[in-house]
T-cell receptor
Framework: GENVEQHPSTLSVQEGDSAVIKCTYS??????FPWYKQELGKRPQLIID?????GEKKDQRIAVTLNKTAKHFSLHITETQPEDSAVYFC???????????FGAGTRLTVKP | DGGITQSPKYLFRKEGQNVTLSCEQN?????MYWYRQDPGQGLRLIYY???????QKGDIAEGYSVSREKKESFPLTVTSAQKNPTAFYLC????????????FGPGTRLTVT
């Protein structure tokens, strides 16, 4: 089955700096990669996703890149703000599957 | 925070007792999921249901049971057979499963002593 590894487990940056979170996956058939943000005490929410037919996707300060050959994908947050502080989870799944596998999460702290 | 709800927010039980966690959605979603979240670990799938009256085991189904008698509801029972039941439980739903966005409930924190 799929195995998703996520690094780092904690990340602390200064406000305005960039943050990068990396994930690797094992199942080459996985073709959908969402990222979820979970603020303290709240539910996870989808912030961006990427499908295997593209290599990069951007949404304002957030971008995700995918390297299918190396089986890794990354979340990039630019111009970080204190409200970006949260736990971020990557995930991977195949189109014809319901078993989404999550990474262990990265706790991002943005210091003002 | 409407759409998918879980109750209660906090639940305390004595060891050896079964307990049922509620999950309801009014999004008209076909698929529903139960995850367990432990510190330092990602979300792990317990059970999922693609349609009414059908459900499948996830990675960590042992000690848990579910039912899907109605589209809107997917209750999870944590049985006394679950060795480490204390955890944060998240329910989610999606329109059609697979790559459709999953919408999460607010979660239930279960403590068993």
């Amino acid at each position: 089955g799929e195995n998703v590894e996520q690094h780092p487990s904690t990340l602390s940056v200064q406000e305005g700096d960039s943050a990068v979170i990396k994930c690797t996956y094992s199942d080459s058939a996985s073709n959908y990669f969402p990222w979820y943000k979970q603020e303290l005490g709240k539910r996870p929410q989808l912030i961006i996703d990427i499908r295997s037919n593209v290599g990069e996707k951007k949404d304002q300060r957030i971008a995700v890149t995918l390297n299918k050959t190396a089986k890794h994908f990354s979340l990039h947050i630019t111009e970080t703000q204190p409200e970006d502080s949260a736990v971020y989870f990557c995930a991977a799944i195949r189109y014809n599957n319901n078993d989404m596998r999550f990474g262990a999460g990265t706790r991002l702290t943005v210091k003002p | 925070d409407g759409g998918i709800t879980q109750s209660p927010k906090y639940l305390f039980r004595k060891e050896g007792q079964n307990v049922t966690l509620s999950c309801e959605q009014n999004l008209n979603h076909d698929a529903m999921y139960w995850y367990r979240q432990d510190p330092g670990q990602g979300l792990r799938l317990i059970y999922y249901s693609q349609i009414v009256n059908d459900f499948q085991k996830g990675d960590i189904a042992e000690g848990y049971s579910v039912s899907r008698e109605k589209k809107e509801s997917f209750p999870l029972t944590v049985t006394s057979a679950q060795k480490n039941p204390t955890a944060f439980y998240l329910c989610a739903s999606s329109a059609g499963g697979g790559v459709d966005e999953q919408y999460f409930g607010p979660g239930t924190r279960l403590t068993v002593t």
